[in-house]
């Protein structure tokens, strides 16, 4: 069965500071892929990242960046620098190969970037 | 433009009255799905459609129902809606090939109340 934790249910930060966002999950695929979406105050989730399971090679882009590590079974999420429009709730997901019209959700993370 | 729109964007409705929410999509996308989101917790998948194969989650409420007429349209019927039932939906479409799930696009959601 596939599952998505986000131990940290809340963090604050002050702006310019480097904050991570911590994901574990649980599949016994070996083919699978995660995702980060971001959830503004607006509602709409918008899409961040999609990594599949055999490429474990660490992606920036711009201040986001993203370290995927098969042997923890994690896929952090950090942002350098934060700034208040960063505030949002951010949450992992993970796609199955065998199912891969399915996405699951972790319970997301809110992030407050404090001025 | 938007890509995956969802009509209305709040919906009221009274204890016990049906009620059903629109999602169209302008992307071509073979699955289109639909998420329920209470307050402060992680998008919950309803079911979702591979093409015209409805898929429905195990723990999904009969109460839930949807259409799914053409592949621009879909929709969630909810036959006799409870207060619990208050929460954002969230539609989503995906292109899926069979060997990977590209990613999600979320309409804005609709936010519904029961009166």
């Known amino acids: 069965a596939q599952k998505v934790t986000q131990a940290q249910t809340e963090i604050s930060v002050v702006e310019k500071e480097d904050v991570t966002l911590d994901c574990v999950y649980e599949?016994?695929?070996?083919?699978?892929?995660l995702f980060w979406y971001k959830q503004p105050p607006s509602g709409e989730l918008v899409f961040l990242i999609r990594?599949?399971?055999?490429?474990?090679q660490n992606e920036i882009s711009g201040r986001y960046s993203w370290n995927f590590q098969k042997s923890t079974s994690s896929f952090n999420f950090t942002i350098t620098a934060s700034q208040v429009v960063d505030s949002a709730v951010y949450f992992c997901?993970?796609?199955?190969?065998?199912?891969?019209?399915?996405?699951?959700f972790g319970k997301g993370t809110r992030l407050h970037i404090l001025p | 433009d938007a890509m995956v729109i969802q009509n209305p964007r709040y919906q009221v409705t009274q204890f016990g009255k049906p009620v059903t929410l629109s999602c169209s999509q302008t992307?071509?996308?073979?699955?289109m799905y639909w998420y329920q989101q209470k307050s402060s917790q992680a998008p919950k998948l309803l079911f979702h459609y591979y093409d015209k194969d409805f898929n429905n989650e195990a723990d999904t409420p009969d109460n839930f129902q949807s259409r799914r007429p053409n592949t621009s349209f879909c929709f969630l019927d909810i036959r006799s809606p409870g207060l619990g039932d208050a929460a954002m939906y969230l539609c989503?479409?995906?292109?899926?090939?069979?060997?990977?799930?590209?990613?999600?696009?979320f309409g804005s959601g609709t936010q519904l109340s029961v009166l």
């Open positions: 997901a993970l796609s199955e190969a065998n199912r891969d019209d399915k996405i699951i």
């Open positions: 989503a479409t995906s292109r899926v090939t069979g060997l990977t799930n590209e990613k999600l696009f």
């Open positions: 599949t016994r695929d070996t083919t699978y892929y």
């Open positions: 990594r599949n399971s055999f490429d474990e």
């Open positions: 992307l071509n996308h073979n699955v």
